[in-house]
């Protein structure tokens, strides 16, 4: 089906199912431990093997050698792989890392050895038996040191271009009336998502199967299959259920690629599990990023002059962070200057994290709008509002799709209570605490790609939906049985769906907040072909046909949807396919933030009392997923405000804190009451379902939020995230 006009009526605004508050459909598989990940299939025979990972030592340079005979003579090791036994190995279309060190190390931790054992504890025992010389080399680590002399990025696939200039910025910010010149740094930050990265891998010939946690089926296929120099019609990849990645899974990563290896090594399958000590190190991770925000405006507040310069580092041959996204986007501004800069650095690959680019970019931007309304002597919500625009400021003759975002502002400040903000820093207290008030906007694109699916009518009257899309906990399964649903007119209950296999039909997967709007589409094709065959097999003939309660209905004529299938299963398989809306629209999603925090005037210890997320992204398909999606993105927030930071051992190469005792990440008691509200739109340049995607807009602003509240609380502003007590503690008010 080929979506290249703005949608009309469809079947799907009826609602009778989509929009409705549906609980996930797997949810009681989940919460009886019966739903089934990567790691924990039981049931491909008896002879599975178990693969440990040796990390390499040193942070840059080679293996001098490696004597590998003792751990082969350990008890139960079936294998060894090195890179001088597993045969040539490419690199993937996404990412650039090396799956397997040799000779050459490229970072810390990068796979040196895979052991085979019969069991995990004998693989482990043996890794430690493996002695490798290395000669070290020396690395750049410190993306500071090498800020000066990084050039430009060259032209990438993602994240539009690494220079944009429209207008004559430094004219127009001579001029202005009213300046800010900030620098802002955000550190590397870690997915640190529940389940660690695992694949059970088993070769039948020269097939091979894995089940495995992964975001994106046929990247990882199409990335596999380079990596191993193997076709890709010879791997099936499985991931039906995946305990959280964050885009730290999109593709194809280190046990995936070492656990095919070891297989086909030991002739017997083979279950790898990433140990977390070696997650940080050796996956992929957000890359820091410094960043310098330049902003003119008059003295109405309006926009003249806006400059954002981004400075990330990468293995060679990597992307950038590409921060300056939200701000191509975000406000009006006739004179607008945007440069990333990427140097090279000898770390882990840097790549996407939770929206990638807007996450860390608004955490520089929307503290500088902060820092510039309160030299205007503006309220903040007020400046951006002044600021907004209904077209792309790049591209004035390009209108956005849907553009609610001065709503979601106005909607926020009402629902939160903002005129009781305290009027300036440091003014309010209860008890021992200092209470502040802050708000950010939030921004994120709005892609959407070509996606299929298949769909089965049973003569029982179920209907089947087979997709690729995976679930990583974000109600994929949900929606699209809503779809299937809502199209063939049947109760949810008379749905299955099945996702996360590469033998069904391709979509883009789980990532770029893209998952949810595609899928769907895909869906919602494959009904229409199956309904024009119930159509056709039940005798109708006219144009106004309802699929409804179970029943197919026309002019007073009312047949059962079983019963078109009386004589067999119907199948239809179609894929939702797209023309130039994206081209003539600016589509995004818009968004608010606002936080309460207190900070005690004591110890400086802070914590978020309340948070408030409004979201404007098309029509929401279910409100308890995409709640849940909100308040997820709105945790990892408070996250990257106050605590996650990767810290880097510049000497060495390495993150020292790799694991979830030196990683912090927000537990319960970090987390308050989260507040999250949807504007009520659709937007009919998307698809048929008029939806958009919303689990990464509900990141995007709110640690810049909940950064701007420490600053009303205390009067002291803090650049360089997290917000940590070392950055603060001495500047706070003095005690009276």
Aim: aromatic residues 6%; glycine residues 10%; hydrophobic residues 40%.
């Amino acid at each position: 089906m080929k979506f290249d006009t703005p949608a009309g009526t469809t079947p799907i605004d009826r609602q009778t199912v989509i929009g409705r508050p549906h609980p996930r459909v797997e949810g009681p598989l989940k919460t009886t431990g019966t739903a089934t990940y990567a790691a924990e299939h039981h049931d491909l025979g008896g002879d599975i093997a178990y693969g440990y990972i040796l990390g390499a030592a040193i942070g840059k340079g080679r293996i001098a050698a490696i004597d590998t005979s003792a751990a082969d003579a350990a008890p139960g090791v079936r294998a060894i792989v090195t890179y001088r036994t597993a045969g040539p190995l490419g690199v993937g279309q996404f990412y650039v890392q090396r799956m397997l060190a040799g000779p050459a190390v490229d970072h810390y931790h990068q796979a040196v050895a895979v052991v085979v054992a019969d069991t995990f504890e004998q693989a482990r025992a043996a890794s430690a038996l493996i002695r490798v010389d290395y000669a070290r080399t020396t690395g750049s680590f410190d993306l500071s040191a090498q800020k000066a002399d990084a050039p430009i990025a060259p032209k990438e696939p993602f994240g539009g271009p690494s220079q944009i200039v429209v207008g004559d910025f430094d004219r127009a910010f001579a001029a202005a009336p009213v300046t800010l010149d900030e620098t802002y740094t955000v550190p590397d930050q870690a997915h640190a998502m529940m389940e660690p990265h695992a694949t059970i891998a088993r070769w039948d010939g020269d097939l091979l199967t894995c089940w495995t946690s992964i975001q994106q089926m046929n990247w990882g296929v199409r990335d596999l299959a380079r990596i191993l120099g193997i076709p890709k019609a010879n791997i099936r990849l499985r991931s039906p259920y995946i305990g959280g990645g964050f885009g730290g899974k999109g593709t194809v990563q280190s046990d995936l690629v070492l656990a095919a290896l070891a297989a086909r090594a030991a002739g017997r399958p083979v279950k790898l599990v990433l140990q977390r000590t070696l997650m940080f190190n050796n996956t992929i991770h957000r890359p820091k990023t410094i960043q310098r925000v330049r902003l003119g405006a008059g003295r109405d507040g309006r926009l003249t002059a806006i400059g954002h310069d981004n400075w990330s580092g990468n293995l060679a041959g990597g992307r950038t962070e590409p921060s300056t996204i939200p701000t191509r986007l975000l406000y009006r501004g006739e004179n607008r200057l945007l440069r990333r800069y990427l140097t090279t650095l000898d770390l882990a690959e840097g790549n996407a994290m939770r929206a990638p680019g807007e996450a860390p970019g608004m955490m520089a931007l929307e503290m500088a709008m902060d820092e510039l309304a309160e030299r205007l002597g503006m309220d903040p919500v007020d400046l951006r509002i002044a600021n907004d625009t209904a077209v792309d400021p790049e591209k004035p003759g390009r209108p956005f799709s849907t553009r609610a975002f001065v709503e979601c502002l106005r909607t926020g400040a009402d629902r939160f209570g903002w005129s009781k903000r305290p009027g300036s820093p440091a003014s309010r207290r209860d008890g021992d605490w200092l209470i502040g008030f802050g708000m950010a906007s939030a921004i994120r694109g709005a892609p959407i790609a070509k996606a299929g699916a298949r769909v089965r009518l049973e003569r029982s009257g179920r209907v089947i939906v087979e997709t690729d899309k995976t679930d990583l906990g974000t109600g994929s399964y949900t929606i699209v049985a809503q779809t299937a649903a809502e199209m063939m007119g049947v109760p949810l209950d008379r749905v299955e769906a099945r996702l996360g296999d590469s033998s069904f039909p391709e979509t883009p997967g789980s990532g770029g907040q893209m998952g949810a709007a595609s899928v769907t589409a895909g869906v919602y094709a494959a009904c229409a072909k199956l309904r024009d065959i119930v159509v056709q097999r039940l005798g109708f003939e006219r144009d106004d046909v309802v699929f409804a309660d179970g029943e197919v209905r026309s002019a007073g004529r009312t047949v059962s949807l079983a019963s078109a299938a009386r004589l067999g299963e119907l199948v239809a398989e179609d894929s939702m396919e797209y023309g130039d809306l994206s081209q003539r629209f600016a589509q995004q999603t818009f968004g608010a933030h606002f936080a309460e925090v207190g900070v005690d005037r004591y110890t400086g210890v802070v914590r978020v009392r309340r948070l408030l997320a409004v979201c404007a992204a098309g029509r929401i398909l279910n409100p308890v997923t995409a709640r849940s999606q909100v308040i997820g993105g709105m945790t990892m927030g408070i996250g990257a405000a106050l605590m996650e930071e990767m810290a880097v051992d510049t000497r060495f190469g390495l993150f020292v804190n790799h694991d979830l005792a030196g990683y912090e990440v927000p537990v319960h008691a970090d987390v308050p009451h989260l507040d999250v509200a949807f504007i009520d739109e659709v937007d009919p340049t998307m698809s048929p379902l008029k939806a958009k995607g919303v689990g990464e807009l509900g990141l995007t602003g709110v640690a810049p939020a909940i950064a701007n509240a420490v600053y009303n609380a205390t009067g002291v502003r803090v650049r360089d995230y997290p917000i940590t007590l070392d950055k603060y503690l001495t500047r706070l008010p003095e005690l009276t």
